[in-house]
Structures are given as C-alpha cells and as structure tokens.
C-alpha cells in the first residue's frame, strides 16, 4: 500500500506565497485522494503488488488495460505531488552555485532564460498540469516541458529536478485566475538544496 509522508512543513508555513486554507486542501484531500485511489486500484489488480510507484508509472503500457488510467493518473498524482512538496521550504535560499546550477547556466545560457523558459512552460499548460525541470533519461541533459493532468515525466523517461503544480486546486483560493502570479510567487519558496541533491544522486554526482 502507498502511503502520503507527512508534509515537511505546517500548512501556513508557505505564507504568504501559499496560503494555509490552500495547503491544507491541496494535502489532505488531493493528494490524499490520489493515494486512496492509487492503492484501490492496487488492491482490485492484485498483479500490481509489490511494484514501486517509478515500476507502475515507467511501464503504463504493459499494465492491465483497466487499471492504466488509474495509474497514470492516480500513481502520477502521487509522485508529482511527493516531490512537489519536497521542493518548497519555508526557508528558501537563492541558488548561485553548484552542479545543478552550473548546468542550468549551460543549457538555458543564463539563469534568467532559464526562469523564463519555466515560467512559459507553467503558464502556456493549457487546462491542468505541471510545469517541469528534468533530465532526459537518454541524453542525460537537461529539459523544460510541461505535462498535462497528472502525467509524471518518469512516463516520459525523463527524471524530475523540479516541478510546478498549475492545476488551478494549487492556487485559485488566493490567487483566483491569476496563474502568472502564482508562478511569479513560487520561485521564493524552490528548496534549491533539495533539489541540488536531488539532481547530484540522479547524475551520481
Ligand atoms: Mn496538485
């Protein structure tokens, strides 16, 4: 059975970029939601026992016919948002050196294309999805894109660095309509320690 890890922080901790109200919705009924699903589907296709959630989500097409969309919607909603939480802290730090930062000065020329590259990929997700950092499990570089519903990008094999939920459940109480204000308003909040490391253990650096 998947579980949902505690939050590493409160729900008002992310104030004033994430409201607590927000927070507390998004944790405890969507994405626990997308545990509960995840595990009854589990449970009615007893084959899939014992797989991790990167074995499920890597190999959709090979899973019974009816329990693919569960998967890849419930399973992916699970990784997206374990890792989404993961990458924000109240105690966000600018990044300005290392491995990953140095990386991203190669391939986007500069950390302000970089931003913007981002910021055009979360805010031009047409309907709900994800924005993404990642690298191409291939080419071992580094990508912008975005995803749509809860498509993880380990579907894709693509690792995820760092990832922005535009579903408009992430941000709609406090910011209504305005995605590009949210998105504006996320980067104070990216634990870049976090997924420095995390970038380091994928490249085994
Ligand atoms: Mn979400």
């Not at 939480?85 to 300005?96: E, G, L």
């Given at each position: ?66 329990a ?86 380990i ?15 992430a ?14 308003a ?20």
């Amino acid at each position: 059975m998947f579980k949902l890890e505690s939050l590493p922080y409160s729900f008002d901790a992310l104030n004033p970029y994430i409201d607590a109200q927000t927070m507390e919705l998004h944790y405890t009924k969507h994405h626990q939601g997308y545990v509960n699903n995840l595990n009854a589907t589990i449970k009615e296709y007893s084959e899939l026992e014992g797989k991790t959630l990167a074995e499920l989500l890597m190999n959709i097409s090979s899973l019974p016919v009816g329990a693919q969309n569960s998967i890849r919607n419930n399973g992916g909603g699970h990784y997206n948002h374990t890792m989404f939480w993961k990458m924000m802290t109240p105690d966000a730090k600018v990044i300005s050196s290392g491995k990953l930062y140095d990386a991203i000065l190669d391939k986007f020329e500069g950390f302000d294309l970089f931003k913007a590259a981002f910021e055009n990929a979360a805010k031009t997700r047409f309907g709900s999805g994800w924005a993404w950092l990642v690298v191409d499990q291939e080419s071992g570089e580094l990508e912008v894109y975005s995803t749509a519903n809860q498509d993880c990008p380990i579907m894709d094999k693509k690792f995820v660095i760092l990832g922005l939920d535009v579903w408009e459940h992430a941000y709609y109480l406090q910011y209504q309509n305005k995605r590009p204000d949210y998105i504006s308003a996320w980067w104070n909040l990216v634990n870049w320690e976090f997924v420095e490391e995390n970038y380091r253990q994928i490249l085994g650096l």
